[in-house]
């Protein structure tokens, strides 16, 4: 079992930034692909970005690349997405993801089995 814990978010205005965290305890390999997704309401939840906690590599989703960067402290076992330029499209309810394999391509949520309860972001 996996249990995920994010944190970090709160309100922001346009062109700021925010770091969220997400807090991860359970089976090791059933946390080797992390990822962050969102939902704005009356959207679908969409992937953010994915990291392989094993070998660093990492995913961003064309509407983020070059602004957010995901990385993972395996010591602190902790999830981290860094915001920066952030937009009012960027508001949104995010959610940590973890799950055993660590897929290629587009985030999908059905890829991922372990979430956490969500931080709200919301950029004026």
């Known amino acids: 079992h996996v249990q995920l814990v994010e944190s970090g978010g709160g309100s922001v205005q346009a062109g700021g930034s925010l770091r969220l965290s997400c807090a991860a305890s359970?089976?090791?390999?059933?946390?080797?692909?992390m990822a962050w997704f969102r939902q704005a309401p009356g959207k679908e939840r969409e992937g953010v970005a994915r990291?392989?906690?094993?070998?660093?590599?990492?995913y961003y989703a064309d509407s983020v690349k070059g602004r957010f960067t995901i990385s993972h402290d395996n010591a602190k076992n902790t999830l981290y997405l860094q915001m920066n330029s952030l937009k009012p499209d960027d508001t949104a309810m995010y959610y940590c993801?973890?799950?055993?394999?660590?897929?290629?391509?587009?985030?999908?949520?059905?890829?991922?089995?372990?979430w956490g309860q969500g931080t709200q972001v919301t950029v004026s």
């Open positions: 993801a973890a799950d055993r394999g660590c897929p290629s391509g587009l985030l999908v949520p059905t890829q991922y089995n372990y």
């Open positions: 359970g089976y090791t390999y059933n946390r080797n692909c």
């Open positions: 990291i392989a906690t094993g070998s660093g590599n990492t």
